[in-house]
């Protein structure tokens, strides 16, 4: 197979550009008609033709100021135009077929909904076009359809116009005053519930707000139309933004790709970020509804506004963005749950994909399929980068710089390299070093290195810095790391640095080693690093079982104090590992903290979370996967039976009135719950599990009920999610929630079970979201039968990939990942994966999008070896 890479370096200037862009769309399922007229110029001297964008079109007629012409060059990839003069109008009308548009991208039909998703490169799909950022137009839409099964006709701006045809269809004409690039174009066409309100901007100005959801869902969209409201509220606030349009609208639709998308004015959402209410959604749906909504709200100064000049600076917006939206979400919600959960994503998924064949910096290099860029490490990362840049300047002169990076770039496409230049026009400090990040690839690793001077009573503290190599580079340079930084004496006192290299619990670290020295501490000095995860690296800081325990009881930080449990946790199953028996002390210690933070239910709940096998692979190389999850499984259960009596006592104590979505309740439910899964592996308390979901009147009970109910007799549990599918079979978006569970189930038959999951009623192969609830849930999280010995696992995978890449080679992109990262895995783990890639690369037509990270792995693996 033939891919063509593409790279950043090799970045040119549109060689036209387009100014405006009229289209008039005439929607039929399978002959939908696409009529666009562009005002177009030569951009620069030269005598290039025009080139053009497309995908799975056909060619119905092309026009230069209204004269018809026969293209150069034209097929179902592209159009080439020579001849042209330096300004003209170019007419193009093309037929696409919507209802056959399983890929998702584009313009499609599904469900009974037109619906497009551009991002990165659907815009081809619908007409010829410069599908790039980098070109930026003006919109005028006109969308024709059957008035009767479509009478709302959507697209991005305001409404101007709208009428009736002598056929039975309706048209509206909406225009988008904003010069935009073609991904954020959005079209949507169905039937729909409607919810209604206003938003007063800080200028005075009054917003229409309009929800559009599934029909009889009405109900379920209040709360993301309150949580938008709070989200352009926060952004006037925290940022001075202020919504530049008359109508903002949310489209809520079960088959789509992403979780939501930005188009200006008309964002698209898949339904499971839009429909919450007490009911149907747990305490995680609310949150991520708020934080989605947020998320894309944001985009429209951070991504809308400002722009991407080329797919390579995605994290521009991106990393941004979710910068933006974390830190909505700290204030709306809790600061420790939020960033906890945070740095739970960057350990389970972005500290893998740095150690596998995928690794590339925030901002990448090369690509073959732009949809790849879609990474933890574009996203999440590249959040923790703003991060620390937000924390080495400090909250008001951070909010300088981002002030000064639209009075520099509002309207334009520009690169993360201008949005650093913004923030360093407005600082002292140097952020030449601080660059690095967004060009080198990698976890950084941090090591602790103390020594102690009985002479002097000096202890001596190094930190040194190294980035392993990785499959995209080889040799690193030390990168600026703020490394949040306390010194714990045994008497719980935290002390400074003799040299005064730690300025307000913050250390600098920007050359490859650093050493602190420290007199008059009392007792052993415990030095901890990266609070609050002050920057994405990895620490090497060995601390035995006592100073965790110390770490525990008297850090400042709370965040600290859940990562020295995590840390604690991951000692005692790598003993267990090794076949060792832990000590007393280990649990005489975890009882007093239960005890000391049994009124403290946000951390207590955080800190009782035993860490996923997916965060202790990233501390262990030549991983026995089966091995792992044997000692886990053992801790786990010594962890109930030891702590018996100190988790009943709070489980007891601690209840919750009626359902309300608020902190306290929240933080309850959440600790209640993670002791439930603990006490259901007694024999004595594993009726427990069925006694909440009896009594239940909330879904994150309900669901507590039944994942505890894994670890009880299996026929308890099946009983219960029967049960559950009985109440929820109509209702996709919660049963997606029993299709989770079933395919992370441990049990010998799996693999007829998924079989059997996909043959439900309610599984379609062409819905994103129930391909993800079974396939993705098995691949990314039932560790014990995805890494089976015999390979079944891998097996079942692929062979669903095979299939799934002949429609829609997003999701098969996605969900191929866990198969990717093979280099933890000892054998006979990686030989069956590296089988199972060799495999895909035979289909015939294998997408981009599939090809790309199966071929990038299995040369990382030649690369490897030489």
């Not at 008035?147 to 039975?168: I, M, R």
């Not at 039944?706 to 929820?728: C, I, P, R, V």
């Amino acid at each position: 197979m033939s891919v063509t890479v593409k790279r950043r370096a090799d970045y040119l200037p549109p060689a036209f550009t387009v100014s405006s862009v009229s289209l008039e769309f005439f929607l039929h399922p399978e002959k939908t008609r696409v009529c666009s007229s562009l005002t177009v110029s030569r951009n620069g001297n030269h005598n290039k033709p025009l080139e053009l964008d497309g995908e799975q079109l056909t060619l119905l007629s092309v026009a230069v100021d209204g004269n018809a012409v026969e293209p150069d060059h034209c097929d179902h990839s592209s159009l080439h135009l020579s001849d042209l003069p330096d300004a003209f109008t170019l007419q193009i009308e093309t037929e696409i077929n919507p209802s056959e548009n399983h890929a998702l991208e584009g313009l499609y039909l599904s469900n009974g909904v037109y619906c497009t998703q551009c991002e990165a490169e659907g815009f081809r799909r619908i007409t010829y076009f410069l599908d790039r950022p980098d070109v930026l137009a003006e919109y005028r839409v006109t969308v024709h359809g059957e008035k009767q099964a479509f009478p709302t006709l959507l697209s991005n701006g305001n409404p101007v116009e709208k009428g009736e045809n002598d056929d039975g269809t309706h048209w509206v004409t909406w225009h988008d005053p904003h010069p935009k690039p073609s991904y954020l174009f959005a079209l949507v066409a169905g039937d729909f519930d409607l919810l209604t309100d206003t938003f007063t901007t800080m200028s005075g100005k009054d917003v229409a707000l309009e929800l559009y959801v599934d029909k009889g869902k009405k109900g379920r969209g209040e709360f993301a139309l309150d949580s938008l409201k709070r989200a352009m509220k926060w952004d006037e606030q925290t940022f001075g933004l202020e919504y530049d349009l008359d109508i903002y609208m949310i489209v809520a639709v079960d088959f789509f790709n992403m979780g939501a998308m930005e188009n200006k004015g008309l964002n698209i959402f898949n339904s499971k970020f839009v429909l919450a209410d007490n009911d149907s959604a747990t305490d995680d749906d609310f949150f991520n509804v708020e934080s989605v909504i947020a998320h894309e709200y944001f985009h429209n100064w951070t991504g809308n506004r400002v722009t991407c000049r080329d797919w390579f600076q995605l994290s521009l917006k991106e990393g941004l963005t979710v910068f933006r939206d974390q830190q909505f979400s700290a204030d709306m919600t809790s600061p420790l749950s939020n960033r906890i959960k945070q740095v739970r994503v960057m350990r389970e998924h972005q500290f893998a994909e740095d150690a596998s064949a995928m690794s590339h910096p925030i901002r990448p290099d090369e690509v073959m399929e732009m949809n790849n860029f879609y990474t933890v490490t574009v996203y999440d990362k590249g959040a923790e980068v703003i991060r620390m840049l937000h924390t080495l300047l400090g909250q008001q002169t951070f909010r300088r710089g981002i002030d000064e990076y639209f009075r520099r770039h509002d309207g334009q496409a520009v690169t993360c390299d201008d949005f650093v230049a913004a923030m360093q026009a407005v600082t002292d400090r140097d952020l030449s070093q601080f660059s690095r990040w967004y060009s080198q690839s990698g976890t950084p690793e941090i090591t602790v290195n103390r020594q102690y001077d009985d002479a002097t009573g000096a202890h001596t503290i190094t930190l040194s810095q190294r980035t392993p190599a990785t499959a995209d580079q080889k040799d690193k340079q030390p990168l600026l790391l703020p490394v949040a930084i306390e010194l714990i004496d045994d008497e719980g006192n935290s002390l400074a640095d003799d040299e005064g290299l730690i300025e307000k619990g913050m250390l600098i670290l920007d050359a490859e080693a650093v050493t602190l020295t420290v007199t008059g501490a009392k007792g052993q000095l415990t030095p901890v690093l990266l609070g609050n995860f002050s920057a994405p690296a990895r620490v090497h800081n060995d601390l035995c079982v006592s100073e965790q325990l110390k770490v525990v009881r008297h850090a400042k930080d709370s965040f600290n104090r859940w990562d020295a449990m995590q840390s604690l946790y991951d000692f005692c199953i790598s003993e267990i590992e090794a076949g060792r028996t832990l000590d007393d002390s280990v649990w005489r210690g975890l009882r007093t903290v239960i005890a000391s933070e049994a009124n403290n239910m946000e951390l207590l709940g955080e800190c009782l979370v035993i860490p996923t096998v997916e965060t202790l692979c990233q501390s262990r190389n030549e991983v026995d996967v089966q091995a792992l999850i044997a000692a886990r499984k053992a801790f786990c259960q010594q962890f109930a039976e030891q702590l018996e009596e100190a988790l009943l006592s709070v489980f007891d104590a601690n209840h919750t009135d009626s359902y309300r979505y608020v902190q306290s309740d929240i933080n309850t439910r959440r600790c209640r719950n993670v002791i439930l899964a603990h006490l259901a592996r007694l024999p004595d308390h594993a009726a427990k599990a069925r006694q909440q979901y009896n009594a239940s009147d909330n879904m994150t009970d309900t669901l507590g009920a039944l994942k505890a109910a894994q670890y009880t007799d299996q026929s308890n549990f099946l009983l219960m999610m029967g049960d559950f599918e009985e109440t929820w079979h109509n209702d996709p978006l919660v049963l997606d929630k029993w299709f989770a569970l079933h395919a992370t189930q441990a049990r010998s038959d799996i693999l007829a079970q998924l079989s059997m999951l996909r043959e439900h009623p309610q599984f379609s192969a062409n819905n994103p979201n129930r391909v993800r609830a079974v396939i993705g849930s098995f691949a990314f999280f039932n560790n014990e039968c995805f890494h089976a010995r015999d390979g079944s696992g891998y097996k079942y995978v692929t062979d669903y990939l095979m299939v799934l890449d002949d429609s829609n080679p997003q999701v098969a992109a996605r969900i191929v990942t866990p198969l990717t990262q093979w280099q933890r895995y000892a054998d006979p783990y990686r030989s069956l994966m590296k089988a199972q890639l060799s495999r895909l690369l035979t289909k015939k037509n294998l997408s981009k999008d599939l090809f790309e990270k199966v071929s990038k792995s299995l040369a990382y693996d030649n690369a490897s070896s030489d």
